[in-house]
Structure formats: structure tokens, C-alpha cells
């Protein structure tokens, strides 16, 4: 997102500059201005009344792209290329696309076979041993690719969404009279290779999406073939789709793969009353499958989006018109949270996304913002649809050009309701509705006589030429302050805590609003206060808890929504509890104000329970513990402290009741509950003797 807010800075700095040096406004009206107009006021409106501005408008930390400024970064980028590019450039812009996703997808290509790429970038760039293997990966890289886009799906988006334009552009020159074989060549040769990589990524949500985009790009070309009587084309298109169909299965035999059978696990994922094709006739396989990051910990992946998404309808009746505000789901959400999230595998991670799209833009921007992204997207369709059926305005190239963005973008659409959007994908959409504008509206730049520059223009452009290297310069500080804030963390992990201290103040001078680093800092001073409490250093440790709370304070002023913040501050206080039990107070006051920003959160209470129990509060903490197990009956430390604490008063039954639960039905190997058991048991056999 940064690299992408710096090269947008420098096309609307030359686009300006080009406006001086011509002494003419380029900026062209476009059938697109209403629909982004009011994206963009639905935006700002839940910008404005949102529960975190901040993190509205800059974006979700650490992912950035969907806030505020993003979105008028990408609408900036659609109007300085609708005002500054002509017909005749749509075919290179396309191609040059495909040239970069050939790159990325030979980038991933040979992580399937254990050669990363990227292992061999950062041994070189860290003065190790060159390794061109996958070892510098926790991901299972070979058997689910994802290159540089750190995801599998990621990677599937871009390349569904350019698999079809690349069809139509190879369709395009079969047609034309003078055929550029070489543009021919690129479009088929990046079709198999976009197709294999998409193989390697296992994606269901991609192969869904690809194969709904042919079927759109078939429907659409073939119907407006067979609409105007063009009987020849319509025979070298559908022998295309055809031949483009048998590689494809062929492809998928090559790699032991159903072409539907991501797809067909993906329905099945989603009715789990069905049993779908490829279960019933697949042979039983003794290892686990390869699965996506929603179902790393064991529960499948369509039962968690099932609960993230009624969690993201229960957001958008608490917010039904702006939503909670823009990027804010991993805030608004825990207090909407489904009480069955407990019962999953990922029950304890942090979801900033509903992964899904559309459900995303209800629950963080209300009925207002769901709608105008809706809208744009159907505008899109219906505008391409409208000028290629009637063939007057763009030509038998230029269709299909269209129709190959349409189908993309329907790709991209099926990816986004099973997932969200990235900044590759978005940067791509938003070029496709410059492109299909340039297509459509027919319009050309009129070269007009070229005038002496006077003195103002001369300041005018210096001054332009100051604003985009100050911009530039902000932009950096702002990675400078995440490259500074991950190594930081990193050092005080290593044990480096003086380097590790100074390197997250340093991101702090550099980016002063951001909360998250507060919070890092925070916790950093109160490890570091007990650290020198053990030391017998009570003076220093005093002081530096003293700063720890004061950065905690900070921190939550910047940002009192984050329930990861307020997490902290509670962790926080019970570590410096070692130095003064006073401070268990304040972690209770902490945790209590929790409760009601996320009512369904095991977590919490647990911690709670806990900090009663380091008072002396055993009445309160054992009312804690049992909230927390009919929030999180399987939580097997909540069982086992309250057998514990059941057992120090006196309530031996009930202490049996909760071991034997434990080991009859979360984790019969557990060897506390399994000792503790024996002893009660033993003693109970001893006193009966």
C-alpha cells in the first residue's frame, strides 16, 4: 500500500506538471463520476461518524489498503488515467499488465517444487549462504504458492482476474487482419501458466472465480457474436474456449487434480449436510489436507466464516446505516461476536476482516456504503455490456479487450465473497474501469499550440515539485517507522532489549499517532520493569513501571476501541503485580471494562478469574470461572484452575465432576487433571479405609 500511495504521488505530480507546461485543465467528465462520487461521499460519511477515525482513514494497521485514503488514492489513479491516456494505449496497458503477472506467476511457479525465490533473496540479503530451497518458510509453500503475496487466495485473485483479459486480448488478434503473433503467444502462453499457478495455490475461491468469469466471457462474446450474425468469429471464439477448457483439464489431469474438485470441496465446505462428488469417490488420505490459514488449528473453513459473517450481520444491525466506520471491523466485531466463535479451533485470533467482501462493507460501512460499492460494480457490467452489444462506439478488438475485464472483474467478485480485497487486485479494478472508460467514451486529447511559461508557472511547478517530495518523504518515515517497529520487536525477542527499547521510541518519533507501537512499548517497559525487580533494582523498576502505564495511557488515547489494547493494559498491570499487588486493582478495573466490548470473549473473563484469585476473591473468581466455561465449555485451563480452586474450598465432588471432564472429553492426556484426580481419589479411598 505505501509503494502504491508513493507512485500515485509521483502520476498526479506529473499529471499536474503537465497541466502547467500545457496551461490547460486535463481532467475528462466520465460515465463512472456519479457511482464513484458517491463510493467516495459513502466512504467519508462513515469516515466521519466512525468509531475509530483514525484507523478509518489510514486503514487497519499493518494491512492499510481499504481506509479512507486508499480508496482516494485508487479513484485518483482512475481520473489520471482517464484524463491522460488515449485508445490507442488500452492494448499496451493491458499487455504490460500480463508481462507483470507472467513475472510474479514464474516468481511462485517453482515454490511447488521446493525452490523459493525469496529463500534465496534473503539468505543473500542477510550475508548468509544462498539457499534455493523453502526452509525460510513456516508455510507449507509447496504444496499452496503464493510468490510475493504472502497469501495463496492473494495470488489466485491476480491471477483470475487477469486470466480472462488475457483471453480476450489473445482473442482479439485472431480476428483482426494483421495478426501480432507475438501478443498471440504471450496471451496463450500466460494463460497456461496463470492456470497451473492457480493449480499450485489449491484455491477454491480462485477456481470458483475462474471458472464463473469463463462462463460470463463465453456468454457475453458468443451472444453478441450470434446477436450481429458474425457466424466466422463466433466459431474462432467458441473453439478457443474450447481448446482453452481441454488444456485446462488437461492441465489439472498433469497434477493429479479435478478441475472441479476445489470448487466441489468449496460447496460441500458450505452444506456440510451434503457430501459432495469428490468426497464420496476420493480414497481416504492418512495425512492432513493442505488447508488455508482459516483452517490452520483444525476447524473447517467454512463452519469459522460461517460465524464471522453472522458476526458481521450482528455489526451491521448495531450500525445499520455507515456501519462502524471504515477498516474498523477488527474493533466492532468482538462486540457483535458470536458466543459459537468459542468453539472453534481459532477462537482466540484477531479477524479485521468478515472475509467478505460484501458483508465487510455492511458491517464497517452500513446499508450506504454496501450499496454504492454494489452499484459501481453493476454500473461497470451494465456500461461494458451496453457498448459491446452495440458495437458502434468500440470495435470487434476493443470488445473483446471489454468483455475480458468484465469476466475479471466477475472473477475477482466470486474471489472477494469468500475472501477481501488486497491492494493488487483493487489497483487492477479501478485501472479496468479507466480502461473501459477510454474504450467507451471515445474522446481524444486535442494538441493545442504550446505557449511561453511566465514566472507563475515556473513557481507553480517548484511547488509542485516540493509538495511530492515532501509527500514522498512522509511516506517513507512511515515505512521507516514499521521497518523500525518489526525490528524492534524482533530484538526484544532475541533478548536485545536496550537495541529492541530504542528502536520502537524510534518508530514513535517517527509515526507519533500510531497506538500500536505505544502499546508494543508499553508492554516492553513493564517486562523489562519486573525483569529489574528480580534484580533487587526496586528504584528503576518502579520508575520504568511508572512509563510503562503512563505509554498504556497513551496508547489507549490514540485508540480506546482496540480490544488487543485493552488486552495488554490487563497484562500489563498483572505483571507489574510482581512489584506491588496494588497494581492487581487496576488490572481488574481493566478487564471489567472489557466485558462489555466483548461480551463473548473466554479470554477475558479467564484473566479476570484469574486476578480474583490473586486477590483472594474466591467467591468472585469462581462466579469468573464458570462464565467462562458456559462461554467456552472446552476451555481446558478454565476447567482445570476452577477444579483447583473447587478443590482448595473444600468442594471435592465438584472438583472430581470438572477433572473427569476434562479428561473424559477435552484432553485425556492431560497429566495435571490425571495426578490431581489420583490424589482426590486416593485420599477419598484412604479415608474410607
Known amino acids: 500500500m505505501l509503494m502504491t500511495y508513493g507512485i500515485t504521488a509521483l502520476i498526479i505530480s506529473l499529471w499536474i506538471t503537465r497541466m502547467i507546461v500545457e496551461q490547460r485543465v486535463l481532467f475528462r467528465r466520465t460515465l463512472f463520476d456519479i457511482p464513484l462520487l458517491l463510493f467516495v461521499v459513502s466512504q467519508l460519511l462513515s469516515t466521519i461518524f466512525s468509531i475509530d477515525p483514525y484507523t478509518s482513514f489510514f486503514g487497519y494497521y499493518s494491512r492499510f489498503h481499504g481506509g479512507f485514503l486508499s480508496t482516494l488514492t485508487y479513484v485518483g489513479l482512475f481520473y489520471a488515467l482517464v484524463s491522460n491516456l488515449e485508445k490507442k494505449h488500452v492494448k499496451n496497458l493491458l499487455v504490460s499488465a500480463l508481462i507483470a503477472a507472467v513475472g510474479a506467476a514464474l516468481y511462485a511457479f517453482p515454490e ?30 509447496k504444496s499452496r504458492v503464493f510468490g510475493t503475496f504472502g497469501q495463496p487466495n492473494w495470488l489466485a485473485a491476480y491471477l483470475i482476474t487477469l486470466f480472462p483479459v488475457s483471453l480476450g486480448i489473445g482473442i482479439s488478434q485472431l480476428i483482426v487482419k494483421r495478426q501480432n503473433w507475438t501478443v498471440v503467444g504471450l496471451a496463450f502462453l500466460s494463460l497456461t501458466l496463470f492456470f497451473t499457478v492457480l493449480l499450485f495455490t489449491q484455491s477454491r475461491s480462485g477456481m470458483a472465480g475462474l471458472l464463473i468469469s469463463l462462463l460470463v466471457f463465453g456468454g457475453v462474446s458468443l451472444g453478441v457474436l450470434l446477436s450481429q450474425h458474425k457466424i466466422r468469429q463466433s466459431k474462432i471464439v467458441g473453439s478457443v474456449l474450447a481448446a482453452t477448457l481441454v488444456g485446462m483439464i488437461g492441465i489439472s489431469q498433469l497434477y493429479g487434480q479435478s478441475l472441479l474438485a476445489n470448487v466441489d470441496s468449496l460447496l460441500a465446505r458450505f452444506n456440510p449436510g451434503v457430501t459432495s462428488q469428490t468426497e464420496s469417490t476420493a480414497p481416504v488420505e492418512e495425512s492432513a489436507p493442505v488447508v488455508n490459514r482459516l483452517d490452520i488449528g483444525g476447524t473447517d473453513s467454512g463452519e469459522i ?71 459501481l460494480l453493476i454500473w461497470f457490467g451494465v456500461v461494458v455490456v451496453a457498448h459491446v452489444f452495440k458495437n458502434h462506439q468500440v470495435s470487434a478488438e476493443e470488445s473483446y479487450h471489454l468483455i475480458g475485464m468484465l469476466a475479471g472483474i466477475t472473477a475477482l467478485t466470486v474471489s472477494n465473497s469468500l475472501g477481501f480485497s488486497t491492494v493488487m487486485v483493487t489497483v487492477l479494478m479501478f485501472i479496468f474501469f479507466g480502461l473501459t472508460t477510454i474504450l467507451v467514451q471515445n474522446e481524444t486529447v486535442i494538441d493545442i499550440p504550446k505557449k511561453p511559461l511566465t514566472s507563475w508557472h515556473y513557481s507553480s511547478l517548484i511547488g509542485v515539485g516540493l509538495t511530492v517530495m515532501y509527500v514522498l518523504w512522509m511516506i517513507g518515515s512511515w515505512w521507516s517507522a514499521d521497518r523500525d517497529f518489526t525490528q524492534g520487536k524482533g530484538f526484544l525477542r532475541a533478548g536485545y532489549t536496550r537495541e529492541g527499547l530504542e528502536l520502537l521510541q524510534s518508530a514513535i518519533v517517527q509515526s507519533p499517532a500510531e497506538a500500536l507501537f505505544y502499546d508494543e512499548l508499553a508492554t516492553s517497559y513493564a517486562q523489562v520493569a519486573v525483569s529489574l ?119 471435592t465432588a465438584q472438583a472430581m465432576v470438572e477433572y473427569q471432564t476434562i479428561l473424559s472429553s477435552i484432553n485425556p492426556n492431560n497429566q495435571e487433571a490425571l495426578s490431581e484426580l489420583g490424589a482426590i481419589q486416593a485420599s477419598a479411598s484412604a479415608n474410607k479405609k
Open 112 to 141: 511447488h517444487y521446493g525452490r523459493s525465490p525469496s529463500c534465496f533473496l534473503i539468505a543473500s540479503g542477510q550475508g548468509g549462504t544462498p539457499a534455493f530451497d523453502v526452509s525460510c518458510w513456516i508455510q507449507d509453500v
Open 305 to 375: 466464516r460461517r460465524i464471522v459473517w453472522n458476526g458481521a450481520i450482528n455489526v451491521f444491525r448495531r450500525y445499520p446505516l455507515l456501519g462502524s466506520g471504515v477498516e474498523t471491523f477488527a474493533y466492532s466485531y468482538y462486540q457483535d461476536r458470536p458466543v459459537e466463535h468459542n468453539n472453534v479451533s481459532e477462537w482466540d485470533f484477531l479477524y479485521n476482516k468478515a472475509h467478505n467482501e460484501f458483508l465487510n462493507y455492511l458491517a464497517t460501512t452500513g446499508i450506504v456504503g454496501l450499496s454504492t460499492y454494489v452499484l
Open 533 to 651: 525487580f528480580q534484580q533487587q533494582d526496586a528504584t528503576a523498576a518502579a520508575q520504568l513501571a511508572a512509563e510503562a502505564i503512563s505509554t498504556s495511557d497513551q496508547a489507549l488515547a490514540l485508540n480506546g476501541r482496540h480490544i488487543n489494547f485493552l488486552k495488554s493494559r490487563a497484562r500489563l498491570f498483572i505483571l507489574l503485580g510482581t512489584l506491588d499487588t496494588k497494581y492487581y486493582d487496576r488490572a481488574r478495573i481493566t478487564l471489567e471494562d472489557t466485558i462489555p466490548r466483548a461480551p463473548t470473549d473466554a479470554k477475558v473473563r479467564y484473566n479476570l478469574a484469574l486476578v480474583e484469585v490473586a486477590q483472594g476473591n474466591l467467591d468472585r473468581a469462581q462466579q469468573r470461572f464458570e462464565e467462562t466455561l458456559v462461554l467456552k465449555p472446552n476451555y481446558e485451563g478454565a476447567r482445570l484452575q476452577l477444579a483447583r480452586l473447587y478443590q482448595s474450598r473444600g468442594m
